[in-house]
């Protein structure tokens, strides 16, 4: 019973303290769409005894739906219940639920992400061939465009064609300027470097106002300058506002060669170079570009993050539930305060609305809660340019900070780096599972840790096993960038690029080498988030890793 003022039919809509009298019709009542996994679960255990069909329709990811087993089913509960299952990274389920649904076009491309998924490409691209044969309109779309992607990911004159299918049947399609990147990534790795120019060309020409345009840009340069036409990779370079190219254009200007780190003869161009190095040092020290530029001139002492101010949300602030808010949380039931405070958070979506209830996940110990809170509103990083009065608390918070400094102290690793890593691999979910099948706070594939799925999403489990494997990988590959990318895309495939590229070259190099693409985001994001906790407890000054590929 309530204890606070709220409106009669607020916990009618949740799933706990549900009163006795007509329970059967509130349970039936709860949308389970919005509803966080606990409550999922929750409201799974509620529902099985009451209908079965919906638990196994509705919340097929459940562990109660796993326990039920329907009969009589249509060809549109199949489709509804893969759907969801799709939403929830149940790969598996999505198949088994399918296997008997007749091949329409929605069915075929369901099973073809799942096996992508699953890393199945074989039967990926079987059943993106029959939605493509079966379908026209948005369906046909999207398995062209996967089919591509697909391809992308094993350069051959094969995959060429089926990048060349897309690109003539969908010259101005939403999609283009990212197939036209892969194919030009497709063409290096088959060593027709002026191919793969001329396709970056094409793609800065004809789409302008695409999302891979930057990329495209960057990339471009970098054929300038590995051809020794330095000007005319600066030129494309002052282009870019991006962290990235604002970067390169300052290394460059100070070291020209991409492979090594020896000074420009330009004494100018040095001088330019480090200013430029040094403003973008200066303004965002604890990102990934930030840090190296500061280690490349030398600099070591770094601006204290500024104070920030809570905003007052006044709207919110005014609303009867929030007050209620503050009544449970004087009264200590910490539980019901949670509850109320996500239910605000489907409600207030303002920044200033999300930066004070995130402060309320804090101040009731959900660190998890405030910083998925914060990233969904886009605050997970702060804005390149940004003011130091970003509320980095907020956003970098110390989910189960007992747990990781216990993993972090047996490991010997920096109690930073363990922690930026499952920030950015789970945002400090313990229950969750990705669309590959990792699992946890730091997102370990059950092969890989040799753990079950049920104990790894145990959080100290998983913490103490992500921190092994990362010690492990640390020390067989010695730079802790080159053991971020091994602990995203494997240790062989790193060993694979380390074999291909020259010897020793700079660093920040060899991570713009990195042809996965979400491999060479992940090391950025992931060091990022490491050297800002570094940078909040004041530890950025300590030098973390080096720019030398061999480096520590």
Request: aromatic residues 10%.
């Amino acid at each position: 019973m309530a204890i606070c003022p709220l409106p009669a039919d607020f916990w009618n809509q949740e799933v706990f303290n549900l009163p006795q009298k007509n329970r059967a019709e509130l349970v039936l009542a709860i949308n389970p769409a919005g509803l966080d996994t606990h409550r999922r679960e929750k409201l799974a255990e509620l529902l099985a005894q009451i209908d079965p069909r919906k638990v196994y329709l509705e919340l097929p990811e459940t562990k109660a739906a796993q326990a039920i087993s329907i009969e009589d089913l249509t060809q549109e509960d199949l489709l509804s219940r893969a759907r969801v299952l799709t939403q929830w990274n149940r790969n598996n389920l999505v198949l088994q639920t399918l296997s008997g649904a007749d091949m329409i076009c929605e069915v075929s491309y369901l099973k073809s992400l799942a096996y992508r998924r699953l890393r199945k490409y074989s039967d990926a691209r079987d059943s993106l061939t029959k939605t493509i044969e079966l379908c026209d309109g948005d369906f046909k779309r999207k398995a062209l465009f996967l089919n591509a992607r697909i391809a992308a990911m094993s350069p051959s004159e094969t995959a060429l064609e089926i990048l060349n299918d897309f690109l003539a049947d969908r010259p101005s399609d939403n999609y283009t300027d990212d197939v036209l990147l892969w194919k030009a990534h497709v063409l290096k790795d088959l060593h027709r470097e002026l191919d793969a120019s001329t396709a970056l060309e094409d793609l800065l020409k004809n789409h302008p106002a695409g999302d891979m345009y930057d990329q495209a840009l960057f990339e471009r340069a970098f054929y300038f300058a590995l051809a020794g036409q330095l000007d005319a990779a600066l030129d494309l370079l002052s282009e870019l506002s991006t962290a990235q190219g604002v970067y390169w254009r300052g290394r460059l200007m100070l070291y020209p060669e991409l492979g090594s780190l020896k000074p420009n003869s330009d004494l100018k161009k040095q001088a330019e170079g480090k200013k430029i190095l040094r403003e973008l040092a200066e303004k965002s020290p604890a990102s990934y570009y930030g840090y190296f530029a500061a280690r490349l001139i030398g600099l070591k002492s770094f601006a204290k993050p500024g104070k920030f101010i809570l905003p007052k949300s006044p709207e919110l602030q005014a609303d009867p539930i929030y007050k209620s808010l503050l009544c449970f949380k004087k009264a200590k039931r910490l539980e019901e305060a949670v509850w109320i405070v996500d239910r605000l958070a489907r409600s207030y979506t303002s920044e200033n609305e999300r930066f004070v209830l995130a402060q309320e996940y804090l101040d009731l110990n959900r660190p998890d809660k405030a910083h998925q809170l914060m990233r969904d509103a886009g605050l997970a990083f702060p804005r390149f340019n940004s003011d130091m009065a970003f509320p980095w608390r907020l956003s970098f918070t110390r989910a189960y900070p007992k747990e990781f400094l216990k993993a972090a102290r047996k490991q010997k690793l920096p109690l930073d780096w363990i922690t930026g890593l499952s920030r950015e691999e789970s945002k400090f979910d313990a229950q969750a599972i990705s669309w590959a099948g990792a699992v946890g706070l730091c997102m370990l594939m059950p092969s890989t840790a040799r753990l079950s799925e049920s104990v790894l999403l145990n959080p100290e489990t998983n913490i103490q096993t992500g921190a092994a494997h990362l010690k492990e990988l640390a020390d067989e590959l010695v730079h802790p960038l080159k053991a971020i990318a091994a602990y995203n895309a494997g240790k062989a495939a790193v060993k694979r690029w380390v074999a291909q590229n020259p010897a020793d070259i700079p660093m920040d190099y060899f991570v713009e080498l990195i042809p996965y693409e979400q491999t060479r985001n992940y090391v950025k994001k992931v060091a990022s988030a490491w050297l800002t906790y570094a940078w909040l407890e004041g530890r950025l000054y300590k030098g973390l890793y080096s720019i030398q590929n061999n480096g520590s």
